[in-house]
């Protein structure tokens, strides 16, 4: 069962175009939720943690936030340089398991 | 800014035929991690190791898998025996508490 769904799949922005990314999760004890940002053929690169619902997280263009079932990633007046993979990923329900379940991801492209 | 370093960046290998692929956690980490990542897909987790002992696997960390940290640096995913369906991107990540921080990357091919 999927514990982690990221929409939509591909979003395509024009520059200064601002918009959200969706995560949902079903884990019910909440112990985090991570967000990184992966370009192609790299490793996943840290962006933000989220541990409560109606904590917010900033950084340059982008803002976390998160609800009790899901997390939004603002991109605001993104630049094609913003182009990537975003991924959510929380760990297991299980206290003392650290092990992190990975969305799908959304990927962005923005243009010119 | 300190950072998980692997090596090599690819390595193609027959099927049948063992690898090791290596990590280089950041200093001062505790926990490190093994994924892996079939072209096209998610992220999945393999391995957690802390303390010098496997702490958490997953399904895909059979016994054709194992873990180690051979010194006080380096920490590395042996595949015993190769097959095709190993080919991935498999990521080191290393954290102090609970945010993961991953390394760029083996891309393993195998033939």
């Known amino acids: 069962e999927d514990q982690v769904t990221q929409s939509p799949e591909a979003l395509r922005l024009q520059e200064g175009e601002s918009s959200s990314l969706n995560c949902s999760y079903t884990?019910?004890?909440?112990?985090?939720l991570f967000w990184y940002r992966q370009d192609p053929g790299k490793g996943p690169e840290f962006l933000f943690t989220?541990?409560?619902a109606g904590e917010e997280k900033e950084k340059e263009r982008l803002k976390a936030t998160l609800t009790k079932k899901e997390s939004f990633l603002h991109i605001t007046a993104p630049k094609p340089e913003d182009s990537a993979t975003y991924l959510c990923?929380?760990?297991?329900?299980?206290?003392?398991?650290?092990?992190?379940?990975f969305g799908s991801g959304t990927r962005l492209q923005v243009q010119p | 800014e300190p950072e998980v370093t692997q090596t090599p960046s690819h390595q193609v290998t027959q099927m049948g035929q063992e690898v090791i692929l290596r990590c280089v956690p950041i200093?001062?980490?505790?926990?490190f991690y093994w994924y892996r990542q079939i072209l096209g897909q998610k992220v999945e987790f393999l391995v957690s190791?802390?303390?010098?002992?496997?702490?958490?696997k997953s399904e895909i960390f059979d016994d054709q898998f194992s873990v180690e940290r051979p010194d006080g640096s380096n920490f590395t995913l042996k595949i015993r025996s190769t097959k095709l369906e190993d080919s991935a991107m498999y990521f080191c990540?290393?954290?102090?508490?609970?945010?993961?921080?991953f390394g760029p990357g083996t891309r393993l091919t195998v033939l």
């Open positions: 990540a290393s954290t102090g508490g609970w945010e993961q921080f």
């Open positions: 884990v019910s004890g909440l112990r985090g």
């Open positions: 200093s001062n980490h505790l926990y």
């Open positions: 190791f802390y303390n010098n002992e496997i702490s958490e």
């Open positions: 990923a929380v760990p297991s329900e299980d206290t003392g398991r650290r092990a992190l379940t």
């Open positions: 989220l541990y409560s």
